[in-house]
């Protein structure tokens, strides 16, 4: 597990991996509350998920490291330091190692492309090598897949994974809680990752609890 700065003023970090699946407002959204809980968050973005970043929100997000984590700060409202972003084929990042990674990943949204990797132990490229300690230490990982319909292949690969230990969140909103704007869809889908992270929100009632 990694070590936690025992100076640090933010939670212990949890990683967020962002690839070329539909959803990136689930991701970007998943920031926001993780900085908002206090927790400091370790960002990595696929080059596909750029090309979605792009098609699918007005978010600007750069490709070089430390102007990306200015980005994401200036979105998310992050303190300075509060987050870290590691190139595609950063090696020496403390999330390709046993000994450095944070005790929860998150892939959101994860690609078929990642979820076959990571369940296939490719590693060719730093999410994959994350997810891979992640499955290896026997840490939480948690993939949220954006596709329908699923092929026998996919699904045969989340039951691989689902077999590993990883979580398996479809981004599929529940309506129960009666959405009114596409953002309480979106909000239905990380409430549920925070609920598998352990993190306190109150983006959506739990079943039982009355709406406030």
């Given at each position: 597990m990694a070590s936690v700065d025992p100076g640090s003023?933010?939670?212990?970090?949890?990683?967020?991996?962002?690839?070329?699946?539909?959803?990136?407002?689930?991701?970007?959204?998943?920031?926001?509350?993780?900085?908002?809980?206090g927790h400091e968050v370790w960002v990595m973005i696929s080059k596909a998920a750029h090309m979605v970043v792009d098609t699918?929100?007005?978010?600007?997000?750069?490709?070089?490291?430390?102007?990306?984590?200015?980005?994401l700060q200036a979105h998310s409202g992050a303190a300075d330091g509060q987050i870290r972003c590691?190139?595609?084929?950063?090696?020496?990042?403390?999330?390709?190692?046993?000994?450095?990674?944070?005790?929860?990943?998150?892939?959101?949204?994860?690609?078929t492309g990642t979820l076959s990797a990571v369940a296939t132990g490719a590693s060719n490229n730093l999410i994959e090598r994350a997810a891979d300690v992640a499955l290896k230490e026997r840490r939480r990982?948690?993939?949220?897949p954006r596709e329908t319909p699923f092929s026998a292949i996919h699904l045969e690969h989340m039951l691989t994974l689902t077999r590993m230990g990883a979580v398996i969140l479809p981004a599929a909103p529940g309506f129960y809680h009666r959405p009114q704007r596409?953002?309480?869809?979106?909000?239905?889908?990380?409430?549920r990752?925070?609920?598998?992270?352990?993190?306190?929100?109150?983006?959506?009632?739990r079943w039982g609890e009355t709406p406030t």
């Open positions: 003023p933010f939670l212990p970090p949890v990683t967020v991996a962002l690839t070329g699946a539909s959803g990136a407002q689930y991701g970007l959204r998943l920031i926001q509350c993780l900085v908002a809980s699918e929100t007005d978010v600007l997000l750069p490709a070089q490291p430390r102007r990306l984590a200015e980005a590691f190139a595609r084929e950063d090696w020496m990042a403390p999330v390709a190692s046993g000994s450095g990674a944070p005790a929860s990943m998150v892939i959101c949204p994860c690609s990982l948690i993939m949220v596409v953002d309480d869809m979106i909000d239905f889908i990380v409430a990752i925070l609920n598998q992270l352990g993190i306190e929100h109150t983006l959506v009632p």
